[in-house]
């Protein structure tokens, strides 16, 4: 595994797979209807063993967030692949970035807003290293993440832009 963030992606995509996988078959139904990502398994099979315990175990997961530097140098070459009426629309509803709590796997972690649209926001997912939108809930948090991997570029094409 190369770096602490493609470490933290693999664990939480491993952790989704091991609740879907996991989940027991409806009575009636097809025992293998379980529905999980197989790109994923073949992934896990493909790990050494010692890589696999850690990230069953959560040894050494610690990952370093992204900072607000890095998302700002970031978000410039994004800002740069958008069409220009995309540019206008993020600058028009861009924010100071700030922080807001996110639920991951059963914890609370943080994340930047880098803009507000309506009663949502749009905010960089560090883990998954992708942009996203989302409704704040009653917490003021994001209750849950999308796990996608999107460019500035896609967020905004599913906005109509």
Do not use: W
Not at 27 to 51: A, S
Not at 59 to 75: G, K
Not at 91 to 99: A, D, G, Q
Not at 124 to 142: K, M, S
């Amino acid at each position: 595994m190369s770096t602490p963030r493609t470490k933290s992606t693999l664990a939480g995509k491993l952790g989704k797979f091991v609740q879907e996988y996991g989940r027991k078959a409806q009575k009636g139904l097809d025992p293998n209807d379980r529905n999980y990502d197989r790109k994923i398994e073949e992934k896990m099979k493909r790990l050494p063993p010692d890589q696999l315990s850690e990230l069953l175990t959560g040894e050494d997961a610690l990952i370093e967030p992204i900072t607000q530097i890095e998302l700002e140098a970031l978000l410039q070459k994004e800002i740069e692949r958008c069409s220009p009426n995309q540019q206008q629309f993020f600058e028009t509803h861009r924010v100071p970035l700030y922080l807001v709590p996110i639920h991951r796997f059963r914890t609370v972690e943080q994340v930047f807003v880098l803009a507000e649209i309506k009663e949502d926001v749009l905010y960089y997912e560090d883990v998954e290293e992708g942009f996203e939108i989302a409704h704040l809930g009653p917490d003021g948090a994001i209750p849950e993440q999308g796990c996608n991997q999107y460019e500035l570029k896609h967020v905004l094409t599913q906005l109509g832009l």
